[in-house]
């Protein structure tokens, strides 16, 4: 069965349990680390982690007379550290069978989003990690054709399989390769197209260490769009601060593209009307999940971000 399916199966009978606001033990997953969410007597809420050691910490204060409206202040813990600004915005959402604790920096823009799990912060950062690696490629320079699927690796019409490595329990970007005439370590860098490969092994202190490359995996699949899933993998900056601001812009386009969108801007025109998968529409008609709503979202406040591009590597 395909393990995607299953995650989502379980995340959404967990949260349909949870709808009602948030509870004392529910985890809170910001797309790094999982918070512990303690309701104190005051109706306040403890968020908790620990990250690499390092202790995580902040508070939820209700808004009066604004359900599901809070305040992010800061933890009695001293040593702990508060990912958000003291004063942010927060709000809980529950739609579409998921709930999730939206921080916005200032009045609208999004800052990230924290998802009711009822998994460990290694699981879901491994799953949100293979849909963005999914799919059919072609190699450059080489000319195989590689498929990348939820738990299995085609090479050229032989079947492998592949781990996703992970640092701390954080996906460092590398994929073990086994079985296959390519077997290896491969580092995936993200790009517009598909992805730069670097092949290369770990250090005896853990660090992974090119040593060739980089080549290309180019998306082949005429009729799945390259961005596909920003349809139905929730976003956040985890995720986004890998890719270009140019190619946000198409990532987050092509949310809108996928429902037939008739663009206005002239090089959107020519970029998706050059995708065998594009199906212009009606715009009226157009209805986007919540999903979809949220990561259009979030990528609109990532490409906003001052020198957002300056450590990305595509």
């Known amino acids: 069965m395909n393990k995607l399916f299953v995650f989502g199966a379980a995340l959404l009978t967990a949260l349909s349990l949870q709808a009602q606001g948030i509870k004392s033990g529910t985890l809170w997953y910001d797309g790094s680390i999982n918070y512990e969410a303690t309701v104190r007597q005051d109706g306040s809420v403890l968020m908790a982690a620990m990250a690499e050691g390092q202790e995580m910490e902040f508070v939820l204060v209700p808004k009066e007379g604004q359900p599901g409206a809070y305040t992010v202040a800061e933890g009695s813990n001293e040593g702990a550290v508060n990912p958000f600004g003291p004063g942010q915005n927060v709000k809980y959402r529950h739609q579409d069978g998921m709930t999730v604790l939206c921080v916005y920096d200032g009045p609208t823009t999004l800052d990230n989003i924290l998802v009711m799990t009822p998994d460990d912060s290694r699981f879901n950062n491994i799953w949100g990690w293979i849909p963005q690696i999914k799919g059919l490629y072609k190699t450059d320079p080489y000319g195989y054709e590689i498929e990348i699927k939820d738990d299995a690796l085609v090479v050229a019409g032989?079947?492998?399989?592949?781990?996703?490595?992970?640092?701390?329990?954080?996906?460092?970007?590398?994929?073990?390769?086994?079985?296959?005439?390519?077997?290896?370590?491969?580092?995936?860098?993200?790009?517009?197209?598909?992805?730069?490969?670097?092949?290369?092994?770990?250090?005896?202190?853990?660090?992974?260490?090119?040593?060739?490359?980089?080549?290309?995996?180019?998306?082949?699949?005429?009729?799945?769009?390259?961005?596909?899933?920003?349809?139905?993998?929730?976003?956040?900056?985890?995720?986004?601060?890998?890719?270009?601001?140019?190619?946000?812009?198409?990532?987050?386009?092509?949310?809108?593209?996928?429902?037939?969108?008739?663009?206005?801007?002239?090089?959107?025109?020519?970029y998706f009307g050059s995708q065998d998968w594009y199906m212009p529409q009606n715009n009226d008609a157009i209805k986007l999940s919540f999903v979809e709503q949220l990561n259009i979202e979030m990528i609109k406040a990532a490409e906003a971000e001052p020198g957002h591009d300056d450590y990305v590597n595509e």
Not at 261 to 267: G, L
């Open 158 to 270: 032989s079947r492998g399989r592949y781990e996703v490595m992970t640092f701390n329990d954080i996906v460092i970007g590398v994929m073990k390769v086994e079985g296959t005439t390519l077997d290896g370590y491969w580092q995936l860098v993200p790009t517009l197209e598909g992805f730069k490969v670097y092949s290369g092994s770990f250090d005896e202190y853990g660090i992974f260490k090119t040593t060739d490359g980089p080549y290309s995996l180019v998306a082949s699949d005429r009729y799945t769009p390259r961005f596909n899933f920003a349809s139905y993998l929730l976003l956040n900056k985890f995720i986004l601060r890998n890719y270009k601001k140019s190619t946000l812009r198409i990532m987050r386009n092509s949310i809108l593209a996928r429902h037939g969108y008739r663009f206005q801007s002239s090089d959107l025109q020519t």
